[in-house]
């Protein structure tokens, strides 16, 4: 990824903003985003893939986008299991296409013989449906990861079991490995998974060495903006671009490179990529989940969102405090695929030994660690040498399942 000053990209971010505020067009159902527009003629039809858009509608009434690569560039039909992506916070399903076709997970599952699906979160672009509430509304806002473990991540399960008659395996980066963690530990959606690939795996945060992401944690970044009234957190909007220049004003905060300042020194990034991540990336999430995340970090554990009030907990819970996800429990029989970089500052090499231990009763031969010492956060979807490095590995682990 080539250098970006910060200076430079917040005014990157506010003029994409204004111009998302000219040419974006999002009904409340979704009929209006211009099916010229989607992730199938964006990103794969061009790559010479047949692709096909999917909506699929969570229980409490989000619209989300999915998108299905049924085969490979050969056109054969596909001789493999159903693959679900899942991309991490503040990004799509674009995440797994930012590289050339034989440097990209979705492309090169597909060409593999997989059934490809991709999952796009609510708040994404694509994403922004609901049956009753508007993302002009702090109604459609309201909500954490916990939500995304307890209907987004089920829908698109559910949506892919029948559509496919099959169990599926799951790739997720970043935050898509905590949701999918999490609705693990709950016992949830194993019915449904052949295996799961968690790649950059976010479990605990509280060792996370990211300085720039600490700080926006300590300052309370994400409860000032919802303080503010600003419940979409839309890193290409004024109020999150005033707040990183505030942080990258601070002593000890270098942001003249920000990707590394955020995610560790990747170290296989292809430089030329960075026009095609700021074309499509990142995208919006809700404020509130980016609290659920900082406070994480402060009390490090896996728990639903705090109210910090204990009667709301109550109301929410039936107890004070929120109910913890235990990694413990964990079906010692799902076969699992974990692999991460010693460069990365987010999934932290000791957090990661923390979930490590707690799947330390895992059945030997379902659960594979993969470590990479010379890999960052960013380099799990984007490295030019992800696929001899981490693609093969995670193939041959799916193909054993």
């Known amino acids: 990824m080539a250098k970006i000053s910060a200076s430079s990209l ?26 010229t527009d989607g992730i199938c003629k964006t990103m794969v039809e061009k790559q010479g893939y047949a692709c096909q858009e999917h909506l699929v509608t969570t229980q409490d009434g989000y619209i989300l986008s999915m998108q299905r690569i049924p085969k490979g560039q050969s056109g054969e039909v596909p001789d493999k299991p159903p693959v679900l992506l899942q991309h991490g916070l503040l990004m799509d ?27 796009n979160t609510r708040g994404t672009r694509y994403s922004r449906g609901h049956t009753t509430l508007s993302p002009n509304k702090s109604a459609y806002w309201d909500w954490s990861w916990d939500q995304l473990v307890a209907y987004d991540l089920s829908a ?56 720039l992401a600490r700080t926006a944690v300590d300052i309370f970044l994400a409860e000032d903006l919802y303080w503010l009234g600003v419940y979409e957190f839309d890193p290409r909007g004024e109020a999150v671009a005033k707040l990183l220049e505030a942080i990258c004003n601070k002593p000890g905060i270098d942001c003249t490179d ?21 074309e499509h990336e990142p995208q919006s999430t809700a404020t509130k989940n980016m609290i659920h995340i900082a406070q994480m970090v402060r ?55 923390v979930l490590l ?31 001899q490095a981490v693609y093969d590995p995670l193939m041959a682990f799916f193909k054993l399942q």
Request: aromatic share 10%.
């Open 357 to 387: 231990d707690s799947l330390k009763d895992h059945d030997g031969d379902k659960l594979v660690v993969q470590f990479r010492e010379d890999y960052a956060h960013a380099d799990f979807v984007m490295a030019v040498n992800a696929k």
């Open 258 to 278: 920000l990707m590394t300042s955020f995610t560790g020194q990747n170290c296989c990034l292809n430089s030329s990529n960075s026009d095609v991540f700021l």
């Open 299 to 353: 009390n490090g554990n896996i728990a639903m969102f705090d109210y910090d009030d204990k009667d709301k907990n109550m109301e929410h819970y039936g107890q004070p405090t929120p109910p913890a996800y235990n990694m413990t429990n964990i079906p010692n029989d799902l076969p699992l695929f974990l692999s991460y970089g010693g460069k990365d500052m987010l999934s932290d090499v000791n957090d990661v030994q």
């Open 10 to 35: 917040l005014l990157i971010l506010l003029f994409v903003s204004a111009a998302a505020s000219r040419t974006k067009i999002y009904s409340i159902n979704n009929e209006d985003v211009h099916a």
């Open 156 to 211: 698109t399960f559910q949506y892919v079991s029948d559509q496919t008659g099959q169990k599926l395996h799951y790739v997720g980066h970043s935050l898509g490995t905590l949701i999918a963690l999490a609705a693990f530990s709950q016992e949830k959606l194993v019915n449904m998974l052949r295996s799961a690939a968690l790649l950059s795996p976010i479990a605990y945060l509280n060792q996370m060495s990211s300085l």
């Open 93 to 119: 399903g674009i995440t797994w296409m930012l590289n050339p076709p034989d440097q990209s997970l979705a492309f090169i599952l597909a060409d593999n013989g997989f059934d490809v699906w991709l999952a």
